[in-house]
């Protein structure tokens, strides 16, 4: 009786430790299937006292190790001895026993997260594992060479000491080295991509500092490389230090070779310069001498010289005026092409000859603006004059032209000097029909008759005054040149001619 009672106080023992565990293992799950799966509990309860007054009567036979077993003994380490108190009956009956077994045992599930974890783990292990230790071919300089698959620029760089390139020095005007460094950075490019890096010169004061101080630019250590990458790594260049610069002058020279009727530009002019420098650092002042040579201007003139045709330039000056219209129909009713050199003042006020010229296929050129004397302009009178003369024919008749006749022919070697950006060419005249003097049509066509040649440039006038005495004298000139075998060209024509 006394083993029976002892062990019913080990059995109340057990259940109430199973009630304390239970109680806690009470989800909220259970607590909220606690409505509809009531009954279900109840059943359990039943079911499991049942089961456990069965087990009881077994444990007479001395059956060894059970689950109660292991509860008591959780009950025993939780009540010490004698000083627990007696559970009570009625708590006995509430008591929810623990609930079936699942389906899938626990021990698989946790299997199943365990394997999962340690493939998880060991995937993430290949692959540090792949890139960290896999070899990948990369070139720099042009040598090849194996190196880890996750190595950065930066590392490459540092691991061979920048491959002995050096950042660039800052030098002194005089060529000193003022420091070893301040220069241009080392320049890193891949696969011919320019890898922008810290430039060591304006970070003096960063955060960088630290970092340049290992002699590769924070940023490399971000660049990646791929496989079979072609990196090429160069010194910086050195930089001068930052100086005052004085310069001078050298103004070019005017070169006027050969004569002839036609002035042609074959090199504008343009000034160089010479420089001192004085540096801001090291105080030296060094004299560079001439460091933009000047570029003369180079004038090639001559007299083209037609070798398998015969022909003369009719040209007329001073126009266009109200003697355009005239010169204009004998022209065009004996098919003659001539050149006119336009006043732009003329251009500006007859602007329709100046069209009309254009297009009956005569060539139209400048003869100043004003008709000055140019010797006698100062350099910005004359390109005033120059270009204004140019702008008003372009306006009249939206010819661009550079070609210009000098009033009187006076046209030297500082006229090309002050304008040789605004023309390229001065033309003169070799057979002067001396209309100017008016001494009557039958003494200008004389005069046009006996001094032509092959070649020549002829001087007439459609402007400047009264000119019916070359309206009168030009279908003679025209028709008598014809009959010497002479055809009309244009000056432009005449100079391709040259030779031909
Ligand atoms: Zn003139």
Known sequence: M???????????????????????????DDKDKRTSGQIAVNESHETAADRHDRADDKRDDSRPIHQDDSIQSVSAQDTPTQSSPEPDASIEELTIEPRKPRKLPRWTFHSIIAVLVVALVAAGVGV???????????SVNGTEQQVRADTTLGKLAKDNRDFGAKPGRLISVSGKVLKSTGGEPVVYRVNGKKIASVDATKHKTSKENSKEATGVPANLNSVKLPENARISVKSGKDVVEKHDIQRTVVPFNVIINGHGVIQKLRQAGKDGS????????????????????????????????????????????????????????????????ATFFDIGTGSAEYPQMEQRMVAEGHQVASHSNTHPDMKKLNAEQLRTDISQGLANIKTASGVTTKMLRAPYGNFGVDQWRYTSDLIDSNVIWTVDTQDWKKLGAPEISDAALSKAYNGAVIL?????????????????????????????????QLIAMNGK
């Not at 083993?3 to 109430?16: L, Q, V, Y």
């Not at 309206?471 to 055809?487: F, K, M, N, S, T």
């Open 2 to 28: 006394s083993r029976k009672k002892g062990h019913r106080n080990s059995k109340s023992k057990g259940k109430a430790a199973a009630r304390i565990r239970l109680a806690n293992n009470v989800s909220a």
């Open 274 to 337: 010479s420089e001192v420098w004085t540096g801001k650092i090291s105080g030296e002042r060094v004299n560079k001498g001439v460091v933009t040579q000047p570029q003369d201007v180079i004038v090639d003139t001559f007299s083209p010289k037609p070798a398998s045709c015969k022909v003369v330039a009719l040209t007329f000056d001073d126009g266009p005026s109200q003697y355009s219209g005239p010169i204009l129909d004998i022209l065009k009713e004996k098919g003659a092409k």
């Open 460 to 492: 007439m006038h459609d402007g400047g005054g009264d000119r019916s005495q070359d309206i009168a004298a030009l279908p003679g000139i025209i028709d008598g040149l014809r009959g010497q075998g002479y055809e009309f060209v244009t000056i432009d």
């Open 128 to 138: 540090w594992g792949y890139s960290h230790w896999r070899h990948i071919a990369v």
